[in-house]
């Protein structure tokens, strides 16, 4: 921010400061300790904390107006959001450098390279989809925010360091960019895609497996039906906190198609799902588990095959695939191929890893690291 803009900033929260902070004293007036609160441990904290939540019932008002100031003046919301044009929001996820991004950059690639040698051990296929980040497939609403250097290198070499390793990452950029011209692929309010852009990835990576390998068992057919069309305030408005008092002041909510996949023959829903054989396994995060994108059923309608569903949402791509490694249903039924949905943003972040075996992840790192893959990738 200029000079000029950093002094109304300052006198704008001066102005809203001054009377919170009478009304706050007036609510700590009538505080009374009860029981024996200490200081050392943090008991008398806690105790003011819950009675000035409790009798400051401006409180609420203060955050909307503050959040409506800083929407409507700088056109800024939380740490964590970045708002663009025409109610486009992005995660700065897309947008903020990473602290040892580079390091922990090729410490995920051998990891993905130790997974692919531990998938090859059962003859089983990966096949990574990098899902573009949707600032770079909608660029034109950024309002003028650009992406660090090392966001916007991460699709152009992830893709190189897959190459160079073997590993099947078919471009999903350039189909999801045709896509544009027929429907929104991502949502404008949420960090994920739409079901359309989920079903345009999903036929290009069924085209791609089709291609390359004959998947066991009989075709059987899948039908997507669109069972209604509801409003969805996206996750990322949760950094926009307006409501109640200027909810109106939010972007509009997003439309979405609600669908369902179902098999088109009488074979019930239970039956189906139980096979054990399947010969497509689908590992990844929310893009994959939430049932609002239908991505897993727009993959059943391409692939003409049923599938296991692994993704997990809230942990990354990481972590849901370590899990599968160790599940009993890879070591009892491995599939043929495992598609492995793997956001770009997520590539120079550190994963929580702690509830796996420290010598099982090093030993998978090594493996990747002997194969050149982080080498290659930072070149």
């Known amino acids: 921010m200029s000079r000029r803009t950093q002094a109304v900033y300052v006198v704008l929260f001066l102005a809203l400061l001054l009377p919170a902070s009478l009304l706050a004293l007036g609510s700590l007036a009538s505080y009374r300790i009860s ?28 955050i909307n107006l503050w959040a409506a100031v800083e929407y409507l003046m700088f056109g800024e919301g939380r740490i964590g959001l970045v708002v ?27 990891l993905i390279r130790g997974v692919q040698q531990r998938l090859a051990e059962q003859d089983v296929h990966l096949l990574l989809a990098i899902i573009p980040a949707k600032s770079r497939l909608y660029p034109e609403h950024t309002d003028g925010h650009q992406p660090s250097a090392l966001q916007r290198s991460l699709y152009p070499r992830f ?11 078919p471009d999903l950029l350039t189909p999801l960019q045709a896509g544009k ?23 290009a990576l069924s085209q791609v497996i089709g291609s390359a390998v ?25 950094f926009l906190p307006l409501a109640p008092l200027f909810e109106s002041l939010l972007p509009e909510a997003d439309r979405i198609s609600q669908r369902e996949t179902r098999a088109s023959d009488d074979i019930g829903a239970d039956a189906l799902f139980a096979e054990q054989d399947l010969p497509v396994a689908l590992v990844g995060t929310s893009y994959s588990a939430n049932p609002a994108w239908n991505f897993a059923g727009a993959l059943r309608q391409h692939l003409q095959r049923d599938l296991s569903n692994h993704a997990e949402e809230g942990g990354g791509p990481l972590v849901p ?16 191929v495992v598609i492995w949905e793997f956001p770009e943003r997520y590539l120079p972040v550190a994963g929580d890893l702690t509830a796996f075996d420290p010598q099982w992840l090093a030993a998978l790192k090594q493996a990747g690291a002997t194969q050149n893959l982080a080498h290659t990738a930072s070149r």
Do not use: C
């Open 35 to 62: 029981g024996q609160p200490t200081l050392l441990d943090g008991g008398l904290t806690r105790s003011m904390e819950r009675h000035y939540d409790e009798h400051f019932p401006l409180k609420q008002a203060g």
């Open 84 to 110: 663009g044009e025409d109610g486009w929001l992005y995660s700065d996820e897309e947008f903020a450098a990473v602290a040892n991004g580079q390091r922990q950059l090729r410490d995920n690639l051998a």
């Open 159 to 169: 893709h190189q360091a897959a190459r160079s390793a073997g590993i099947t990452a």
């Open 181 to 203: 011209d027929q429907a929104s692929m991502f949502l404008r309010t949420d960090t994920h895609w739409t079901p359309e852009g989920a079903d345009v990835t999903a036929q």
């Open 214 to 238: 004959k998947l066991r068992g009989e075709p059987k057919q899948f039908v997507t039906e669109t069972l209604d069309v509801r409003q969805h305030q996206g996750d990322l408005t949760r």
């Open 321 to 336: 695939m370590l899990k599968y490694l160790q599940s009993d249903d890879f070591a009892q039924h491995p599939p043929q």
